[in-house]
């Protein structure tokens, strides 16, 4: 029996999961979808649908609140432990059986949702979806077809499950990762992580600026915390305001509402060469980031991708110990961010940066060459492949 060609096949149905915890997972998925929507209108590939769903909205209340908490509350509260336990848990294939014990009762829903879906492809842009759904293939509870997006630069030891039909990662060094873990590297595509198709648009500054209200005659420094807006932000708001350079700050709070007020509060007592403007939630942050000479933030996978899409350097303060530390430490290596590891001496080193033209040049520079602002359009391009490549396999074998 001749089998399908990728193009005849096409992508058919796709469910992305996500888990809601911090918005970058949720943004990997969307990204996919939006690009995947893209190129089906463009007649570049063709997609039955695709939806993208959150495996906590999909899990008993008790866990989810105690999965997304937990974490939220560690990095908020406890992020030393956090980092510990990120190390700790970093060992490829280890704690799955345990893991699954924990999850399998929780996850019904889950189990519901794929039952009544039936997608043709699973995409997860988080490891608890793709490990969990590893563990049902195992155990004959499962049979679709699993593709992991793996949102980080490093590639953790949670990220690692079997059977799952390819993986796309961040970077060479991610691939790596995993092929020594065991996966073979035929089921690896180094695509970058998948950001939003806006930001793979060339945009003009001034005109980003001028629909903003930003100044055009001094540095624009974009303050931006992620989207629960936890953390030091309060401090490290205070800490900015020390700056001697004549410069707009924009803050973004995110969704959290008492920091929003928080640092109007800060902004409206301070007297200096500063001007402001306080953000909650805004879906137009690859305008501001084309319009801002500077990042000032923290190194999520997502976040730092779209600011190296728009050549925008990072200045990295407090990263989450885990996965941020080892972003960071990627970022730093490209040449395309500073960290600041002593808060006082934030304005400091903004200042200085500022002042050297051309140092910041090459780290926007830098930003840019490294780039993957296509990395959803390539995860989304390769769907009907795998597809295909399935759907071949299992011709062979009724043969």
Not at 115 to 136: G, I, K
Not at 291 to 320: N, Q, W, Y
Request: hydrophobic share 45%; with cysteine.
């Amino acid at each position: 029996m001749p089998s399908a060609s990728s193009e005849q096949m096409g992508a058919g149905r796709v469910l992305c999961l996500t888990a809601s915890v911090g918005s970058g997972h949720t943004r990997a998925a969307q990204a996919v979808a939006a690009w995947a929507g893209e190129l089906a209108r463009d007649g570049a590939m063709r997609i039955d649908s695709i939806r993208v769903a959150d495996v906590l909205a999909h899990a008993h209340p008790l866990f989810r609140s105690i999965y997304r908490g937990g974490y939220l509350g560690m990095i908020q509260r406890m992020p030393t432990l956090l980092g510990w336990m990120y190390d700790r848990l970093d060992r490829p294939w280890h704690g799955r059986e345990a893991r699954f014990r924990v999850n399998h009762p929780c996850l019904s829903p889950l189990r519901e949702l794929l039952a009544r879906e039936q997608p043709d492809t699973v995409l997860c842009s988080h490891f608890l979806a793709s490990e969990y759904l590893a563990q049902l293939r195992t155990r004959g509870e499962w049979n679709g077809r699993l593709v992991t997006v793996v949102t980080d630069i490093d590639v953790h030891g949670m990220w690692f499950c079997d059977p799952c039909d390819h993986f796309f990662v961040a970077a060479d060094e991610s691939a790596r990762m995993l092929e020594l873990g065991g996966i073979d590297s035929s089921r690896i595509t180094v695509t970058g992580i998948p950001i939003d198709p806006v930001f793979s648009r060339p945009l003009d500054r001034a005109a980003c600026r001028a629909a903003h209200g930003l100044p055009q005659d001094r540095p624009v420094i974009l303050f931006a915390w992620g989207g629960a807006g936890t953390g030091p932000v309060r401090d490290l708001f205070r800490d900015l305001l020390r700056m001697q350079t004549p410069a707009h700050i924009v803050a973004i709070a995110g969704r959290n509402e008492s920091a929003r007020m928080a640092l109007e509060a800060i902004a409206a007592e301070h007297r200096g060469p500063l001007t402001f403007s306080v953000l909650g939630f805004t879906d137009r942050m690859h305008e501001l980031m084309a319009a801002a000479d500077l990042l000032v933030g923290k190194p999520g996978g997502l976040s730092s991708s779209e600011a190296r899409a728009m050549g925008l350097p990072l200045v990295i303060v407090s990263p989450v110990p885990g996965q941020e530390e080892r972003n960071a430490a990627h970022l730093l290596e490209w040449g395309c961010a500073i960290r600041c590891n002593t808060p006082g001496t934030l304005a400091w080193r903004i200042d200085r940066l500022l002042a050297d033209p051309a140092a910041l040049a090459d780290m926007s520079s830098k930003a840019r060459r490294t780039a993957t602002p296509m990395a959803g359009a390539h995860v989304a391009r390769a769907l009907p492949a795998i597809r295909a490549r399935d759907h071949a396999v299992a011709t062979r074998r009724v043969g």
